[in-house]
């Protein structure tokens, strides 16, 4: 509990910083003050500021108080923005499959979260007790789009995050990977051009490359997302038949787009009658509970594909996941009988019940605490132990840490085969782009809770990372 308010006040002041709120060199509130403003004790705040320095984000002046420092720690850097279009290879993907299978690894590779923070008994008694409420389920295969139930919660849900969205707009699949590789399917062909956010999630690229797709890696930055005056060029030069975005919390980089740049690729989109596949399976988790809306929220024709599930917030092996298609609903319900026939029933079935019990958002609260303290400790760790220069992200929300370290640190592959080693598993970051960059960038996961194995882990990697063997 301590270390939780300890994290929430540090989180409070450093989203001052992050929202210029609080400038370089300008005093923060004092101790007394803070704690009085946020109903902490005062050994809560001084707590809170130990980590902000840690973090570099402040620093103590004596006795006068906590000032920002000039030269918070950096973010990592965007890209260079070449557009052009290039081939896709999904290969890169096997040294982090291999190191998921083996369970003595420290996990910093997978975007998973730690099964102890997931309601895992519960949907196993309620899967359960739906398997024995009827013996006809699972004796038939459940009719398209999926079950009712489930598809009203989601529904439901999305309306309260801004969107129009109704149960008969959404389509449950296996996962949100099922969902982005259908509507890429309804929307594009082998040798067709899409364009991703630079760095992105390799299981899109591998998608990519699976479907014989090319794409043009548009900038992304750790704070707002992809750069959409790059965007625009990249449409002068190409015929794009699709745009994938990650807008919350995106995977690698945690970056949260704010809401007027939604709306603006919303319409960007929209004017062109292009679609945006956007994923939001990290939507449900910021870390001051302030849920972002997804761009569906600003979709008006239908041109926007939405895409999530409940792997990253309830039940990854459940693999419930669902779409909201818009103006290509047809098309990809389609493809979703071509491909799966229909998603298992009882999966969804359990987490329509777990929804029905009303625990989810209590849930997601909960979930929200562990993983924000988790990230703050990975990042104090890296701040203590990689080498000086290293650059960290600031997520706001999710579980992602990404990463870059100084030119003259060890390449990030040449990082993870020495870590695989030692035991320890990360995602280096040529990993999240088409054209092998990110040479010297690797992503943490920070799904598993703060242990010494995993101080040992960082402190490992730190060392690696500068090149000792
Ligand atoms: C951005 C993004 N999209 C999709 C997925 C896959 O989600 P699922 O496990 O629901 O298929 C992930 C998982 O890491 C992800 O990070």
Redesign the pocket.
């Known amino acids: 509990m301590k270390a939780v308010l300890r994290e929430r006040v540090a989180r409070h002041v450093a989203a001052l910083i992050e929202a210029g709120a609080l400038r370089p060199g300008q005093r923060v509130l004092s101790v007394r003050e803070l704690a009085r403003q946020l109903s902490v004790s005062t050994a809560t705040v001084v707590d809170a500021f130990s980590l902000l320095e840690a973090r570099g984000l402040v620093e103590a002046r004596a006795r006068s108080g906590h000032y920002v420092r000039s030269e918070a720690p950096e973010r990592p850097r965007a890209m260079r923005a070449r557009l052009d279009s290039v081939p896709v290879s999904g290969d890169r993907m096997r040294g982090l499959f291999r190191s998921m299978r083996d369970r003595s690894i420290v996990p910093f590779g ?3 979260v730690s099964p102890g923070l997931l309601p895992t008994e519960r949907l196993g008694h309620l899967a359960g007790l739906v398997a024995r409420s009827s013996a006809a389920i699972g004796a038939s295969y459940d009719p398209l789009p999926g079950v009712a139930t489930l598809r009203a919660h989601v529904a439901r849900r999305a309306t309260r995050h801004g969107c129009a969205t109704r149960p008969e707009d959404v389509i449950v699949t ?7 590789g259908l509507c890429l399917r309804a929307v594009a062909r082998a040798g067709d051009t899409v364009a991703v956010e630079s760095p992105t ?1 390799f ?2 690229l591998a998608l990519l490359a699976e479907l014989g797709l090319q794409a043009v890696e548009i900038p992304s930055d750790s704070a707002d997302g992809m750069k959409l005056d790059a965007l625009a060029i990249a449409f002068e030069r190409h015929d794009l038949k699709a745009c994938v975005a ?1 807008p919350n919390f ?2 690698p980089c945690g970056a949260r787009m704010p809401d007027d740049a939604k709306e603006k690729l919303a319409s960007m989109l929209g004017q062109r009658r292009v679609a945006l596949i956007e ?1 939001d ?2 939507g449900d988790l910021p870390h001051d509970d302030d849920r972002p809306r997804p761009v569906k929220a600003f979709d008006r024709d239908g041109w926007v594909m939405h ?6 917030t309830l039940a ?1 092996g459940y ?1 419930v ?1 669902w779409v909201v298609p818009g103006r290509f609903y047809d098309r990809v319900e389609e493809l979703k009988f071509v491909h799966t026939v229909a998603s298992p029933t009882i999966t969804q079935m359990a987490v329509a019940a777990f929804l029905d019990s009303g625990g989810y958002e209590r849930h997601l609260r909960k979930l929200r605490r562990a993983l924000s303290s988790q990230v703050g400790a990975v990042q104090d760790a890296v701040a203590r132990y990689f080498p000086r220069g290293t650059r960290v992200s600031r997520p706001r929300g999710g579980f992602l840490l990404w990463i870059q370290l100084p030119d003259r640190c060890v390449s990030a592959i040449a990082l993870q085969r020495a870590a695989l080693e030692r035991g320890i598993s990360i995602a280096p970051g040529p990993m999240f782009s088409a054209r092998g960059s990110f040479q010297r960038f690797l992503r943490l996961s920070c799904g598993h809770p703060w242990s010494e194995a995993a101080e040992r882990a960082i402190e490992t990697l730190g060392k690696l990372a500068g090149g000792d063997s």
Do not use: W
Request: charged share 10%.
């Open positions: 997978a975007s998973s296996v996962g949100a990977i099922e969902a982005i999630y299981g899109v990650v995106s995977n994923t399976v990290y895409c999530s599930s409940f792997s990253k990854p693999r996941g």
